[in-house]
Each structure stands twice: as structure tokens, then as C-alpha cells.
């Protein structure tokens, strides 16, 4: 088969699909033959079974070496992405096109920052033996199962007892060093104990699957082996509750501090490096302060214009009172959804597929949810933060006045159409196999760009619109602040939280939610940076291309959502059609104001 047949063959593909997906206009479904002529088939990569192969691959290792910390794991799984990078370097890559060079460069990109976390991950590991030195005792057992390596019942329950004499002689050691005289005492800080609670408690369920596999099938094993493994389970329990209260600090509630997992300079560089974002973090440090700056002068703007003069603080707090009754929330969010889609189609700015529009759906988030994420959530499914009738009575106002109205209007398409949810939407549907070299700067970058854009034509109708829409903007230039200068070790939580309170106008408790969700561990170091950066550099790629008249709105926005997920500096060479070399190292400056 010629190419010419095998682009024809993709684009009638693409078309079936489309049809089945309800990718095309009600019409179009109905009669799609017009539409035929007016369908350009999308250049598909030479590379896709190349890279759904290594996800595939990938994934199955992944479930097989399921320790964390195990230097076993690291071990396959360095052989694993060396191999990989090895068959990827012997590719022809100047026989590929456009789509196919873009795959390659983001492949091998991917491998060698997989093989940079592997490092990671070892010296993480070696800060953990003094808390946790029976990593290799429990991996050995599970990757010993995995093997399916006949199991010796008597010599396990002597493993199982050992490993329940080592960590309460290390729990009394600690005890002993926390009682010691000031000046005296030698013990980790909470940064490596939080590590250290969370490695322990993820060996204790890897423990429990390597018991759960033997015990009652083989009656011997039982017989040998119960008794020791429960006092050990025990063990690992009273450790891990140990740690959290000793040396992390977790109060008698329950609540964690936040404490956080700074990674440093050079792990950020790194982190720059495969985002393939051109700048250093004190660069983007400076690109947030400009833009909290903007975002500050034109509060005061609206300010005046609500006629609180130049006090945005006081007219932010007159925002936050208009908020709905209970229960009138889920309403609001839906006619917030209808009209941002409705501006969206009136101006013709990008392809909305009807099922897009019919498959979302909406869900009150639980109180627990609503202590790290108090705000929306969002995706197919749109999680809704409001007060529940179990709330303490200031927490029911506080989270009332930080989803009034205006911020919520901010918000829903962030969430929803034309972000997140039209994102998953169009993902699954073209180039899915990107997914593999998913970010945060495509991801949350998109939906960012849109509030940029929406604000630059004129959606905010009021003053009180427009100083909704800049609270969150003046959030995401804060979220560049405070956490790449925490990672820096410039800034501590608590500063973080003041930051927020003061200089942004959150709720305390709000704040508090934003910087523990931040500093979790569940979003990586660049995360908070990339909504704005993101933004940032799709927007640069707009007035590159849509401003200079080389594509329509339409064009533009619908190729990144059929691009799939990649760095925003492979969106531009695939929009642009200038493929990327072998040797390819980021060097776009999408800072508009230098």
C-alpha cells in the first residue's frame, strides 16, 4: 500500500470514528457526505505502535516489580528504558515525518527522565535505611512470589519474626534518641520521616498481598506462618503511627502538617529540562511576579469600578458574599456550563462535539474531599465543593464564600468545556497513545489559556466578574511563586498559606487545603507552576499564528485538542511543521514581554 492510500485509509478512519464519537455536527451526522471534502486527513505518526508499545510494555512491568523503593525494581526497570533508548537511537530518524520526529523526541525525552527518577528514587532510598531498613527483607519475599519460587513455610515464619524483632528494636532506638537531652538527640527530619510513614505503610500492604497469596491455600504455610505475621503486621501498624506522631508531627486529630517534599535546584533543572521549558526557575519565579503584579493593578481596577476605590481587599470580600442558598449550587454550575459553551459556538472559536456537550456530569464532593480540594474539580465529571449539613458552621460559610458566584464562573470552564472534560474528550479520540508523555503545562496550560482568552474577549460582564476571574488568575501567578521557591527551599508551607491569604485573598482554611494539596506528594514539582506557564505558552503560540492570520481560532484550537498531550514546545513544531532534530534541546522564549 502506497502512502497516498494509507493517508486516505486514516483520514476515512478518522472520519468513521468522528461519526461514532459524535464529532460532527448533529447535520453531519445525519449526512456526511457534504462533509467529506472538507476533511483533511491528519498526518499519522510513524511511531504510534512504537510508543503504545512501550506504554504497554511499560505498564506490565510496572504491575510485575510493584515495590516501591525495591533496588531490584530499579534495576529491571533501568535495563528496561536503557534497552529502549538504545532501539530508539538506532531508528532512522530522517525517514520519519513530522508526527513521527515529534514522537521520537518526546519518547526519548521520556526515557531518559525515567531513567533520571530511577536515580532519584535510589538516593531517596538510601536517605530511608535509617528509618526504614527492611525494604529489601519485604521486596525479596513479594518478588520471590512474583518469580513463583516455591515458598519454604518454616524458614518464612523465621523471616516474619526477625523482620517483627528489627522494627520494635528500631522503634525503641528512636524512642531512646527523641528522649535524649537537647544537643544530643539524632533524629530524621520530618521531611524524610513523611517518606519514611508512607514507604512503611505501602511495605505493610505489599506484606499483606504476599501473606494473602499463601495463607489457606497451603495449610502448612498457615500453620508456620500466622501467628508471626500478625505480630509483624502489628508492628509495621504501631511503626507507622509511630513516625507520623513522633517525628512527623501529626497532631492528636489526625491532621498531617504539611510538610512537604522540596526537591531542590538541580532536580528542578532536570524537571525544566523534560518539560522542555527554556528557562530557569528563578526566570519563571520573575515571570509570576510580573504577571501577580498585573493581575493586582487590574483588582484595583475593577475595585473602583465597584466603588470600593483602591481597596481590592475590601471589594474581593463583597465577591465572596454573593454566593447562592444551600442547595442552589449544582444549578448555578450547570447554567455556568451552558453559557461558557454558548460563547464559545457563538464566536466560533473551536469544534465542540455534541456528545461532549451530552456526556459530562455533575458530583457534590464529600467534606473529607473538600479539606484538599476546596474548590471544583473537574474532568467528565465535574465535582462540586459546598457546605454539607455536617460541617462546622464556620467552615459552611467559609466554603460558601470561597464558591460564590463570581469565582465559580471563573471556574466551571476551567473544568469543564473548553477545559478539562473537552481535553479527556478529544484525547481518547486522537493521537491517544500522547498520553504517554502527558504534563501538566498541556494539561493545565489549556485550561488556563482559555481563562486568559476568554477574559481578552470581553467575557467577564461586570465588575464583579472581572475581579472573580482575577482572583484565580492572580492564584495561578502566586501558585509560580510559592512552589517553585518552596522546591527551592525559599519559601516554607506556612509562608505558602500566608501568601495566599494575604497577598491573593483566600480563606484561610482555603489557603491551607491549596498548599496541602500542593506539597502531598500526588502532584509533581513543576504542577502548580505549569497552569499560568502553560497558559502562557499557548497563548504566545496564539498570537503567533492566529493573530498573524496563519490559522482561524477554530484551526488552532482544534489542532492542540487532536495533537494530543506532549510539551507546549512540540504543539509549536507540530503547528509551525518545523520537525524537530535528533539532537533537539529546548530554546523557545515564549515570554511575550522580553
Known amino acids: 500500500m502506497n502512502p497516498d492510500c494509507i493517508r486516505h485509509t486514516a483520514g476515512s478512519v478518522l472520519l468513521f470514528a468522528a461519526l461514532l464519537a459524535g464529532a460532527l455536527p448533529a447535520a453531519a451526522q445525519q449526512d456526511a457526505t457534504p462533509d467529506l471534502r472538507s476533511i483533511v486527513a491528519m498526518e499519522t505518526s510513524d511511531l504510534v505502535g512504537v510508543v503504545g508499545r512501550y506504554s504497554a510494555d511499560r505498564e506490565a512491568l510496572l504491575r510485575r516489580w510493584d515495590v516501591a523503593y525495591s533496588s531490584d525494581r530499579r534495576e529491571r526497570l533501568r535495563a528496561f528504558y536503557e534497552g529502549w533508548l538504545q532501539q530508539l537511537d538506532g531508528l532512522d530518524m530522517e525517514g520519519l515525518g513530522l508526527e513521527g520526529r515529534i514522537d521520537h523526541v518526546l519518547l526519548r525525552s521520556e526515557l531518559r527522565y525515567e531513567l533520571e527518577l530511577l536515580e532519584r528514587e535510589g538516593r531517596l532510598a538510601a536517605e530511608l535505611q535509617s528509618l526504614v531498613p527492611f525494604i529489601s527483607t519485604i521486596a525479596a519475599l513479594q518478588e520471590a512470589r512474583r518469580d513463583l519460587a516455591p515458598v519454604d513455610p518454616r524458614e518464612a515464619s523465621v523471616v516474619l519474626q526477625d523482620l517483627a524483632d528489627e522494627v520494635e528494636h528500631l522503634r525503641t532506638a528512636l524512642e531512646a534518641s527523641?528522649?535524649?537531652?537537647?544537643?544530643?538527640?539524632?533524629?530524621?527530619?520530618?521531611?524524610?520521616?513523611?517518606?519514611?510513614?508512607?514507604?512503611?505503610?505501602?511495605?505493610?500492604?505489599?506484606?499483606?498481598?504476599?501473606?494473602?497469596?499463601?495463607?489457606?491455600?497451603?495449610?502448612?504455610?498457615?500453620?508456620?506462618?500466622?501467628?508471626?505475621?500478625?505480630?509483624?503486621?502489628?508492628?509495621?501498624?504501631?511503626?507507622?503511627?509511630?513516625?507520623?506522631?513522633?517525628?512527623?508531627?501529626?497532631?492528636?486529630?489526625?491532621?498531617?502538617?504539611?510538610?512537604?517534599?522540596?526537591?531542590?535546584?538541580?532536580?528542578?533543572?532536570s524537571d525544566l529540562e523534560h518539560e522542555m521549558i527554556a528557562y530557569t526557575p528563578e526566570e519563571l519565579i520573575a515571570i509570576g511576579e510580573r504577571e501577580y503584579a498585573w493581575c493586582e493593578a487590574e483588582m484595583v481596577r475593577a475595585s473602583r469600578d465597584m466603588g470600593f476605590g483602591d481597596d481590592w481587599h475590601a471589594a474581593l470580600e463583597h465577591v465572596k458574599t454573593l454566593h447562592v442558598a444551600p442547595g442552589e449550587q449544582p444549578d448555578l454550575v450547570r447554567d455556568l456550563a451552558w453559557e461558557a459553551v454558548a460563547f464559545l459556538q457563538e464566536r466560533d472559536l473551536l469544534t465542540i462535539p455534541p456528545l461532549a456537550e451530552e456526556v459530562w456530569r455533575l458530583e457534590m464532593m464529600s467534606p473529607e474531599m473538600q479539606k484538599v480540594a476546596p474548590f471544583f474539580l473537574g474532568g467528565e465529571v465535574i465535582q462540586v465543593s459546598f457546605p454539607t449539613d455536617g460541617m462546622a458552621h464556620e467552615d459552611k460559610l467559609m466554603s460558601m464564600r470561597a464558591n460564590n458566584v463570581h469565582f465559580s464562573r471563573a471556574t466551571v470552564h476551567h473544568e469543564l468545556i473548553p477545559g478539562h472534560h473537552l481535553q479527556g474528550f478529544m484525547t481518547r479520540r486522537y493521537n491517544p497513545h500522547r498520553r504517554a508523555f502527558g504534563t501538566p503545562f498541556w494539561g493545565e496550560g489549556w485550561a488556563l489559556y482559555w481563562e486568559m482568552r476568554l477574559w481578552d474577549m470581553g467575557f467577564p460582564a461586570t465588575a464583579e466578574d472581572r475581579m472573580g476571574m482575577l482572583f484565580w488568575r492572580k492564584h495561578r501567578a502566586a501558585r509560580i511563586i510559592f512552589s517553585l521557591k518552596f522546591h527551592l527551599g525559599e519559601m516554607t508551607p506556612d509562608e505558602a498559606i500566608d501568601f495566599l491569604v494575604d497577598g491573593v485573598g483566600h480563606e484561610r482554611a482555603s489557603a491551607t487545603a491549596e498548599v496541602r494539596r500542593s506539597f502531598n506528594g500526588s502532584y509533581s514539582p513543576l504542577y502548580q507552576a505549569a497552569y499560568m506557564i502553560g497558559g502562557m505558552q499557548i497563548r504566545a503560540l496564539h498570537s503567533e499564528l492566529v493573530e498573524s492570520g496563519q490559522m482561524t481560532e477554530r484551526e488552532f484550537h482544534d489542532a492542540i485538542l487532536q495533537g494530543g498531550t506532549m510539551p507546549i514546545e512540540m504543539v509549536r513544531a507540530r503547528l509551525t511543521g518545523v520537525a524537530p532534530s535528533r539532537d533537539f534541546v529546548a530554546s523557545w522564549e515564549f515570554d511575550e514581554s522580553n
Not at 184 to 193: F, G, H, K, L, R
Not at 206 to 215: T, V
Not at 225 to 252: C, I, N, T
Open 178 to 269: 527523641l528522649d535524649a537531652t537537647e544537643g544530643e538527640a539524632t533524629v530524621p527530619s520530618p521531611i524524610v520521616a513523611l517518606r519514611a510513614a508512607r514507604a512503611v505503610g505501602s511495605l505493610r500492604r505489599d506484606l499483606e498481598d504476599w501473606y494473602g497469596h499463601y495463607a489457606g491455600y497451603d495449610p502448612l504455610f498457615t500453620w508456620w506462618a500466622e501467628s508471626p505475621y500478625l505480630v509483624v503486621d502489628s508492628a509495621l501498624a504501631g511503626y507507622v503511627v509511630f513516625v507520623r506522631e513522633r517525628l512527623v508531627g501529626v497532631g492528636s486529630g489526625g491532621e498531617e502538617p504539611i510538610v512537604g517534599d522540596p526537591i531542590g535546584a538541580d532536580a528542578m533543572r
